[in-house]
């Protein structure tokens, strides 16, 4: 557990440290979100804040094949490696889309391409449980169901990445409650403790924490495209990665099917349940208009939230409610069931309800927050000369 901690650390620490560096460098290269129709927010932001979070994963992993018991085993290094090619590329995806703009069809491309990358590396779905049953994925098929989650996740997140803070925190409860479990189940089990499921959904609660001050409302910076995506495949490949290295046939799964056999397959849509839902919701809406589905628009559930009466921040502390309701309930009913958790999960779900349902009143925020983003403005629209 010291090294997990520690590679947290690394990837907190890193990635607040070069967040500025990206910042300046987007402003330079004129990385802005200009504010358009469907935007929430009224002035022009720097992007590249992936490029934070992709130095700080990389320094993450870079320091777990370095400590003694991380770099033991062979497996962990080799998925590590192949997970973390396939996040260049789609990085970079991200970056030229921040840059240039580019045609879905372009980022659906490199998508699928940096799902490759990682597959060729051995990060591929094997099974999917089922109760009283694993279903064994040929390798044909293995692959691709691979490559499609990536994709699917990938988008997920892009898509909730509409308020300041949301997409970070989001994501990072989601891998918290992902570790927790694949940390668990190792000590349960009597499993070797060194998972790349571990290793990344650590590496990526660091690095969420250590861009989340630079992002929270009022942003300094924007993740973009390179940021999102980018923990859209390692949520994906965090997931995938755990049935090459758990082998569930001695299980009871009559016995557990929910708490062993199902979480594998249950806790990572749980996990990430309101991107999931929001691009499911996307996808409905906009075919209904017969439109495609990557055609923005400003009818997400943050969106909703803040067209009921939330203010930005309130609306972003709902979206991390409802993330760790459903993440962390599910994670309690299926590790820990009984009577007094179901009335804790009720209980919570209750309160979260009632105040997703009926606003509080809107408190503006402070002068000094508007008066830094005015003057982040000031140097987006008057670059500093090279």
């Given at each position: ?29 004129g ?16 992007y ?87 279903i ?22 892009n ?8 997409a ?9 409650a ?29 690095v ?15 993740m973009?495209?390179?940021?999102s995506?980018?923990?859209g ?20 799964l ?55 009466g939330h ?7 709902l ?68």
């Amino acid at each position: 557990m010291r090294e997990y901690l520690l590679v947290l650390l690394t990837g907190l620490a890193v990635t607040f440290v070069l967040a500025p560096a990206g910042r300046s460098l987007a402003l330079r290269l004129g990385a802005v979100a200009r504010p358009r129709g469907r935007d929430v927010h009224q002035l022009a932001v720097p992007y590249f804040g992936g490029l934070a979070m992709f130095g700080g994963v990389a320094a993450a992993f870079l320091l777990a094949s370095r400590l003694p018991f991380l770099s033991r085993y062979d497996y962990v290094s080799r998925e590590s490696w192949a997970i973390l090619g396939g996040a260049a590329v789609i990085c970079l995806v991200g970056v030229l889309d921040d840059l240039f703009d580019l045609s879905p069809l372009l980022k659906a491309a490199g998508q699928v391409l940096a799902a490759g990358v990682t597959v060729l590396g051995g990060v591929r779905l094997l099974w999917i449980p089922w109760p009283g049953m694993i279903i064994s994925l040929e390798r044909t098929t293995s692959i691709l169901v691979t490559v499609f989650v990536v994709f699917l996740v990938a988008n997920a997140i892009n898509f909730i990445d509409g308020l300041d803070g949301l997409a970070a925190g989001v994501v990072a409860i989601g891998a918290g409650a992902f570790f927790i479990y694949a940390y668990r189940l190792t000590v349960a089990e009597n499993l070797v403790r060194a998972t790349t499921a571990s290793l990344v959904t650590v590496a990526i609660c660091g690095v969420c924490l250590g861009y989340l001050p630079h992002n929270f409302h009022p942003a300094k910076m924007f993740m973009g495209d390179s940021g999102s995506m980018l923990l859209g495949l390692l949520m994906a490949t965090s997931a995938i990665s755990l049935t090459g290295q758990l082998d569930l046939d001695p299980y009871n799964l009559a016995h557990d099917s929910l708490g062993t056999a199902l979480m594998p397959l249950i806790l990572p849509l749980a996990v990430l349940a309101l991107p999931l839902i929001d691009l499911a919701l996307a996808f409905v809406r906009r075919t209904a208009r017969r439109e495609w589905w990557f055609k923005a628009d400003k009818s997400h559930l943050h969106h909703r939230l803040i067209q009921m009466g939330h203010s930005h921040i309130g609306a972003v502390w709902l979206m991390y409610a409802w993330s760790a309701l459903v993440a962390f309930g599910l994670l309690g009913l299926g590790l820990w069931p009984s009577w007094g958790m179901v009335v804790v999960v009720v209980v919570v779900l209750v309160g979260v309800a009632a105040v997703t349902l009926w606003p509080l009143r809107h408190i503006p925020p402070a002068d000094g927050g508007r008066t830094a983003a005015r003057q982040l403005a000031e140097r987006v629209r008057r670059p500093p000369s090279p």
